[in-house]
């Protein structure tokens, strides 16, 4: 198995990448999230094996699709916040008032429209050479195998051991649902499907967990009018008690 299956792998990523790519280049919003997620798989993939891939191509590689992940981050972190407060707003027991849900969403869109717009315009300037030139030395140039089953495994201990740490605190959450990220990914590029599986349950949770600690921050920061601030704090309680709900299914 060894360096050919992750490499198999990272190509996956690559051809995911092109496929987002080709969404947004027509102006397709759908590209954005599965181009995120293609980002992350690849540079976890280089970061998690990296002694199968040449140094300098893979550092080089890891650059490009930061820089890429940037230009699309914005116009994705809203879009989470628009799917979240729809869902809290979708709750039988949600208490917020009509006129602050229409302030809030029509605020929250506003901000949506200027991301895209932003992302629009650093896609256009973007070099769309540049990925496919990273890859391709990546993949071509000789590598070493790097016992990928022992690195896999390792992923796995690091993010047990950051979730048994974590405690109820938001950030060590956080860097927990990363080091699950990058257990899955691990497992998915080894394929260890039951391995994936558990911590894809684990990172289901634990972004859910985040995307509602973010939202309630939202909240609290937008600058709505005094009148209605008691209700915008009232908002933010549910989500943060919501998100310390969902940890209660944490496999």
Request: charged share 30%; aromatic share 4%; proline share 4%.
């Amino acid at each position: 198995m060894g360096a050919g299956r992750i490499r198999r792998y990272l190509a996956e990523q690559q051809d995911a990448l092109l496929e987002g790519s080709r969404l947004l280049a027509a102006a397709d919003r759908s590209g954005v999230h599965p181009s995120r997620v293609a980002v992350r798989r690849a540079r976890s993939t280089l970061r998690t094996f990296a002694p199968c891939f040449d140094t300098g191509a893979r550092r080089q590689l890891d650059a490009a699709l930061v820089a890429h992940a940037r230009r699309l981050g914005t116009v994705r972190d809203h879009e989470v916040l628009v799917e979240v407060l729809a869902g809290q707003w979708a709750r039988e027991d949600d208490g917020t008032p009509a006129g602050l849900r229409a302030w809030l969403s029509a605020r929250l869109q506003a901000d949506l429209e200027a991301g895209w717009r932003e992302t629009v315009a650093l896609l256009a300037a973007e070099d769309h050479d540049e990925l496919p030139r990273r890859f391709a030395a990546v993949l071509s140039a000789p590598a070493g195998d790097g016992s990928v089953r022992k690195r896999a495994a390792h992923a796995a201990r690091r993010a047990e051991h950051r979730l048994a740490a974590a405690g109820g605190d938001p950030e060590a959450l956080h860097d927990a649902r990363k080091a699950a990220k990058r257990a899955r990914y691990a497992a998915e590029a080894v394929g260890d499907d039951d391995a994936a599986g558990q911590f894809r349950e684990v990172q289901r949770v634990l972004g859910a967990h985040h995307d509602l600690v973010v939202a309630a921050q939202w909240v609290l920061a937008a600058p709505v009018l005094p009148a209605v601030q008691p209700d915008a704090r009232q908002l933010a309680v549910r989500l943060e008690a919501a998100a310390a709900d969902l940890l209660a299914d944490l496999p």
